[in-house]
C-alpha cells in the first residue's frame, strides 16, 4: 500500500510558465516534506523542503505548499526552464524520536520536461 | 559540500553470485540508507543504519544484507543475486534532514 503517491507520471511546459507538481500522502502524522530532482545517470538532489507547522516555503523559483488537511504537497517552479527538465520525487519522513528517525519515503516521481 | 561515493557506476554480474556494492560519505554522518530505483516505483528503502554496526529493515530488504563496520562505510550484499534485482541502486546519508546522495550504481543481473 502506497503511502505517497504522485498520479502524474509525466507533465510538459512551456518555458517561462509555470510548472506545478503534485503529492498525495496518506499518514497525517508524516510532520516534514521534501522534494527532490534527480537528473539521468545521477543521485537525486535536495531541492526545497517544508514542515508541517508551515504552509508554505520559497526559495528562488521554487515554491512548496502543503495542505494538510488534504494531505496534499505541491511544488510550484516559476519561470520553468528547459534545465528544470528531470524527474522530480516528493518524499515524507518523520522528524520524531526512534530508529526510524528521519527515514524517508518517496512518491514514484514525475517526469518534468520543460520545452524551449 | 557532502561527498556520498558509490564505488561502482556500472556493474554486470550473473544470477546466483553474491554481489558486495559499497557506499562511503565524507561527512561523518551517523545515518546512511540503502534505497533501489524502478521506474514507476520511485526509490524503495532497503536498509538503513544509524550507526556503526547497527541496521534496521527498510520496507523491501528481502535477498539483501548490509555491513557497517565503519562510520564513514555503508556495504550492501546481495546474498545470491538474482534478476529480479536488477535496479538502480541509491545509497545516502545524513546528519539531519535532508539525505545527501550518490550518483548510484546501475546493477544487471544476467
Known amino acids: 500500500d502506497q503511502q505517497v503517491k504522485q498520479n502524474s507520471p509525466s507533465l510538459s511546459v512551456q518555458e517561462g510558465r509555470i510548472s506545478i507538481l503534485n503529492c498525495d500522502y496518506t499518514?497525517?502524522?508524516?510532520?516534514?516534506f521534501l522534494w527532490y530532482k534527480k537528473y539521468p545517470a545521477e543521485g537525486p538532489t535536495f531541492l526545497i523542503s517544508?514542515?508541517?507547522?508551515?504552509d508554505k516555503n520559497e526559495d528562488g523559483r521554487f515554491t512548496v505548499f502543503l495542505n494538510k488537511s488534504a494531505k496534499h504537497l505541491s511544488l510550484h517552479i516559476v519561470p520553468s526552464q528547459p534545465g528544470d527538465s528531470a524527474v522530480y520525487f516528493c518524499?515524507?519522513?518523520?522528524?520524531?524520536?526512534?530508529?526510524?528517525?528521519?527515514?524517508?519515503?518517496f512518491g514514484q516521481g514525475t517526469i518534468l520536461t520543460v520545452h524551449p | 559540500d557532502v561527498k556520498v561515493t558509490q564505488s561502482s557506476r556500472y556493474l554486470v554480474k550473473r544470477t546466483g553470485e553474491k554481489v558486495f556494492l559499497e557506499c562511503v560519505q565524507d561527512?561523518?554522518?551517523?545515518?546512511m540508507f540503502w534505497y533501489r530505483q524502478d521506474p514507476g516505483l520511485g526509490l524503495r528503502l532497503i536498509y538503513f543504519?544509524?550507526?556503526?554496526?547497527?541496521?534496521e529493515k527498510g520496507d523491501i530488504p528481502e535477498g539483501y544484507s548490509v555491513s557497517r563496520e565503519k562510520k564513514e562505510r555503508f556495504s550492501l550484499i546481495l546474498e545470491s543475486a538474482s534478476t529480479n534485482q536488477t535496479s538502480m541502486y541509491l545509497c545516502?546519508?545524513?546528519?539531519?534532514?535532508?539525505?545527501?546522495f550518490g550518483d548510484g550504481t546501475r546493477l544487471s543481473i544476467l
Open positions: 518524499a515524507v519522513s518523520l522528524l520524531g524520536g526512534g530508529t526510524s528517525y528521519g527515514k524517508l519515503t
Open positions: 543504519s544509524y550507526d556503526v554496526k547497527m541496521k
Open positions: 517544508i514542515s508541517s507547522i508551515k
Open positions: 561527512m561523518d554522518h551517523e545515518n
Open positions: 545516502a546519508s545524513r546528519r539531519d534532514q535532508p539525505q545527501h
Open positions: 499518514n497525517s502524522m508524516f510532520d516534514y
